[in-house]
């Protein structure tokens, strides 16, 4: 058996009024029943930052079942990995039961974790997580930070250090290279030497990860505000053409590619700065537009488009191929980008123009507002005048106030 060992205890830094009063309440009500429980993951980590969490997560000693029956608005989640998510007010809370890794495998081998269903102890689920700074667990009732992983260091010298060897942890579970970059660009926090080169060993393994998980953290990847520094950072880490090869292969090509996707996607981490929420649709269609736009003439395509205008449809089904995206998202990327070529002029590489579509249609698709912010992305980005956008705007200004 092993030998509990306690943790470093600090007073909370920071005032009680950063917590979600309700997420307190649910957690009074654990400890009150008995059950150790605590704040963890990214909670404690943004408030440790100084950043607003965008939810607040529980572990608790107790199972599933004796959280479902603590709370009325409840409900017991997920097959795998069972959750509680409690509900108080409009809000919903996830309760998980503290686990342990899986079984370290015997000898040198690493194995990939496929199944981590085991309940543990507090320290266990400590060292399961992924980076020192997400390892940090706090009590509001003892006001206290518990530390099982030195992340408070971590936080204090805005560092970013896996959880044991970094090569192993990422051995197990290769997402977590994802997770680095996305915690470097969003929270600035700087890795440490052996993360990097771990990073870059193990980056061939992601091929073999789940396409969804890995597809869900290149989402979260291009929210971080800082897409073109997750761009510089998954090409020096070679991961790039391991997550969205065709992207990557365009990028290889040369030339100012680079430098023309990464003044695009500076347009739309600009936009989410200033409170813009890009579906998943934009982003994905920000990401693939200069791709996507050099395909658009005839001579040189490089897919197997019959036409220009298939040409988004082509390139997006190969990536649902890879990475199983889900069609609504892949649509919508479509959409956005099969509406650049009819808005604006300089993508029309038609032999014989024909009549282009009735402006009227375009305005009143669901997806057209979102057309609209990718024009002025792509016309401020390449640093052409605003006119072809104002144009589209005032179309839709007018439409919203005609009668009917
Ligand atoms: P975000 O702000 O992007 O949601 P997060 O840190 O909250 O970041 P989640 O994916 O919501 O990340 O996961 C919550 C917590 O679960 C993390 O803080 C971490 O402790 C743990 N965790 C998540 N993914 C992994 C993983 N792949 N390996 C180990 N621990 C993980
Ligand atoms: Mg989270």
């Known amino acids: 058996m092993e030998i509990e060992q306690a943790p470093r205890r600090t007073p909370m830094p920071f005032s009680r009024r950063k917590l979600d009063r309700r997420a307190v309440d649910v957690l009074k009500r654990l400890q009150e029943a008995g059950h150790e429980t605590y704040f963890v993951g990214g909670c404690v980590r943004d408030l440790l930052l100084g950043r607003q969490p965008k939810d607040f997560d529980l572990a608790t000693s107790a199972s599933p079942n004796q959280v479902r029956r603590l709370f009325r608005r409840s409900r017991i989640i997920g097959r795998r990995f069972k959750l509680v998510h ?58 206290e930070i518990v530390d099982w992983v030195d992340g408070l260091a ?30 470097m660009r969003r929270l600035g ?7 990097v080169a771990a990073a870059q060993e193990v980056a061939p393994l992601l091929v073999e990860s789940a396409p969804p998980r890995v597809v869900e953290e290149v989402f979260r990847l291009a929210l971080t505000g800082d897409l073109a520094g997750v761009l510089e950072d998954l090409t020096a880490l070679e991961v790039l053409h391991l997550v969205l090869p065709d ?29 813009g929420e890009p579906s998943y649709g934009l982003r994905l269609a920000m990401l693939y537009g200069p791709f996507v736009e050099e395909e658009l003439r005839p ?36 959409r956005i980008l099969q509406a650049q070529a009819r808005m604006d002029p300089a993508l029309d590489f038609r032999k014989r123009r024909r009549r282009r579509s009735a402006p009227d249609w375009m305005l009143q698709q669901d997806f057209f507002a979102e057309a609209l912010e990718c024009l002025r992305c792509r016309l401020e980005a390449d640093g052409r005048e605003l006119d072809l956008y104002d144009e589209w705007h005032e179309r839709a200004l007018f439409m919203e106030d005609r009668p009917g």
């Open 154 to 183: 971590d936080i204090r010298n805005r560092r970013l250090s896996a959880i044991g060897d970094p090569l192993r942890r990422f051995q197990e579970d290769p997402v977590r290279i994802l997770r680095l970059v996305k915690f």
């Open 189 to 195: 926090l700087e890795p440490g030497e052996a993360e």
């Open 247 to 275: 992207l990557a292969g365009w990028l290889e090509r040369g030339g100012d590619r680079f430098d023309l996707l990464v003044a695009r996607v500076e347009r739309l981490d600009e936009w989410i700065r200033d409170g």
């Open 86 to 143: 409690v509900y108080a007010g409009r809000q919903v809370y996830e309760v998980a039961t503290f686990r342990s890794a899986p079984e370290e495998a015997i000898g040198e081998e690493v194995q990939v974790i496929r199944d981590d269903n085991t309940f543990g102890t507090a320290r266990e689920d400590a060292l399961r997580r992924d980076f020192r700074v997400n390892g940090l667990f706090l009590d509001p009732v003892a006001s």
């Open 299 to 334: 001579e040189g395509r490089t897919v197997q488009a019959r036409d220009g205008a298939s040409v988004p449809s082509v390139v997006f089904s190969a990536l649902q191929r890879r990475a199983r995206l889900p069609r609504a998202v892949l649509n919508r990327a479509t």
